[in-house]
């Protein structure tokens, strides 16, 4: 009787043991079994390898800026983040890289990020090396002056040659501001970071720096009393999510995605933590571009 209950009993515990170990298994949620994706894409390529590259920003106050912790925050990071968890990859897997606007497209191509999120205007020129999906935010260019600025109201300002404006290289507000100002050699000013920018305009190198407003709003957020914006926004520039140009089903994906995110709600929670702190409105969900 005595060796038949010691049988009993390690039977009973082989099989709870067998039991903890199909739990802890089915726990793992976030792992590359948890998702399925078509052979040889690029979501099953990502998916598998458990981890990902991420272009964005890390000097644009409410949608990619280096926080306290070190790590990006912002309205792009969190759009980021929804693509990601749709992939089964953990957010601990993310490695943002920083993607300042004239490396963009290089970084895409050459295959150092696997998409970038980062105050990217959709537009043609960019579509001849890069795809697009989206758009999930749709911006306005505008100009940031000192508070005390009366002299500039929009971007006619500059027509007269007397005032300089900053911008970034390879930037499209860059570009759009040479629509109004007289002579580009020697009003516009470009760096390589809006931040370098504000602070030209502060020292009183510029009179402005010129982007998109919640990019602007963000920096006026953090220093009222020194900044203002000048007029209303003269441009629409919808943001986008780049990928690889020949890359349709990723694109596709992520389009879905959004159009998701849109439909559950966390296309505006990812707006109210971030951007939407600092009095830019998000508007309408913009239709997603399917070209």
Request: hydrophobic fraction near 35%.
């Amino acid at each position: 009787m005595r060796m038949k209950r010691v049988a009993a009993l390690a039977a009973a515990a082989t099989l709870a043991l067998g039991m903890a170990a199909c739990g802890g298994d089915s726990e793992k949620g976030t792992g590359a079994g948890s998702k399925s994706f078509a052979a040889g894409s690029t979501m099953e390529k990502l998916n598998k390898a458990q981890k990902i590259k991420i272009g964005t920003k890390f000097d644009q106050p409410g949608f990619g800026q280096k926080g306290l912790s070190g790590k990006p925050e912002g309205f792009d990071v969190e759009i980021a983040k929804i693509i990601v968890k749709e992939l089964g990859i953990p957010e601990d897997k993310i490695e943002f890289v920083e993607t300042p606007s004239k490396v963009r497209e290089d970084k895409i191509v050459d295959g150092s990020v696997d998409l970038v999120a980062a105050t990217y205007t959709i537009n043609d020129k960019r579509k001849e090396r890069i795809a697009f999906a989206g758009p999930y935010y749709e911006a306005g260019q505008n100009i940031l002056v000192k508070k005390d600025d009366t002299t500039i109201t929009g971007p006619d300002s500059f027509k007269d040659g007397t005032k300089k404006v900053c911008s970034v290289t390879g930037s499209t507000p860059a570009e759009n501001i040479k629509k109004y100002v007289k002579d580009v050699a020697t009003q516009l000013v470009l760096f390589d970071t809006y931040d370098k920018c504000r602070d030209a305009v502060k020292g009183g190198q510029v009179d402005a720096v010129t982007t998109d407003n919640v990019i602007l709003l963000g920096y006026i957020a953090k220093d009222e009393a020194s900044f203002k914006l000048a007029g209303d926004n003269f441009t629409k520039e919808p943001y986008g999510i780049g990928v690889k140009k020949d890359d349709t089903a990723f694109r596709t994906f992520i389009n879905d995605t959004l159009e998701k995110a849109i439909a559950d709600g966390r296309w505006k929670k990812a707006w109210d933590d971030t951007a939407g702190k600092f009095g830019a409105e998000l508007g309408s969900a913009p239709t997603i571009n399917r070209y």
